[in-house]
């Protein structure tokens, strides 16, 4: 058990819906990642998260939004949804906020399906 | 940037050794290692930091070469439980707060 949570583990939704992700990292860490992986492929960074600012951006599509609350929880905007971003859905956390000096701690993923 | 990493695949007999290689364009100040099962979330094996020593997680080990932006992992005397998709993550110096990225993937798998 890495000590973060995401829920749901899986959703099943149509084209065009909106879904959110919700990520709770490991007690004390300030950092939250948000990775997108496609079947069989690898690990897309999408953004991240430290102490409630944005601190970093990868490919993140204009659809998806992301934001930390105070209490550190994540959550992951997923809107008009198409076929292609069905995909395992991975939230992390690190205490460490930059340069990749801290361990990443990964949650078990939320498996989102669009039909 | 992603890093790259290679082979992209390796299929190995018990007992036999691989190595993994991962490689930057930019300057490096961490490199991380994961192993993920499929199906499951990335396990992280070790973290190499700029300066720092070869590390060790049981029979795995890996090196960080600084000035060719270069690591790369050692599976010594492969076990079934080795299979599995490695990946390198990197953390660069010159941002503060780099999106931290991972390579594409190793899929190693160890057969009986």
């Known amino acids: 058990d890495s000590g973060v949570t995401q829920t749901p583990k899986h959703l099943i939704t149509a084209t065009g819906q909106r879904v959110t992700l919700r990520c709770s990292p490991r007690?004390?860490?300030?950092?939250v990642y948000w990775y997108q992986q496609s079947l069989d492929q690898g690990l897309q960074f999408l953004i991240q998260?430290?102490?409630?600012?944005?601190?970093a951006k990868g490919n993140i599509l204009e659809r998806f939004s992301a934001q930390q609350f105070p209490d550190l929880h994540s959550e992951l905007n997923l809107s008009s949804l198409e076929l292609g971003d069905s995909a395992l859905y991975f939230c992390?956390?690190?205490?460490?906020?930059?340069?990749?000096?801290?361990?990443?701690?990964f949650g078990e993923g939320s498996r989102l399906t669009v039909l | 940037q992603q890093p790259v990493q290679s082979p992209q695949a390796v299929i190995l007999r018990e007992g036999e050794d691989a190595v993994i290689n991962c490689s930057s364009s930019?300057?490096?100040?961490?490199v991380h290692w994961y192993r993920q099962k499929h199906g499951e979330a990335p396990v992280f094996l070790m973290i190499?930091?700029?300066?720092?020593e070869q590390m060790r997680h049981e029979k795995i080990s890996a090196s960080f070469n600084e000035k060719k932006q270069q690591s790369s992992l050692y599976l010594t005397a492969s076990q079934l439980s080795y299979s599995g998709t490695y990946f390198c993550?990197?953390?660069?110096?010159?941002?503060?707060?780099?999106?931290?990225?991972f390579g594409p993937g190793t899929r190693l798998s160890v057969l009986p």
């Open positions: 992390a956390s690190s205490a460490d906020g930059s340069r990749g000096t801290g361990e990443l701690f």
């Open positions: 190499l930091l700029k300066g720092g």
């Open positions: 998260y430290y102490n409630g600012e944005e601190r």
């Open positions: 930019k300057a490096l100040y961490s």
């Open positions: 993550g990197t953390g660069h110096r010159d941002n503060y707060g780099q999106n931290f990225v």
């Open positions: 007690s004390g860490d300030l950092s």
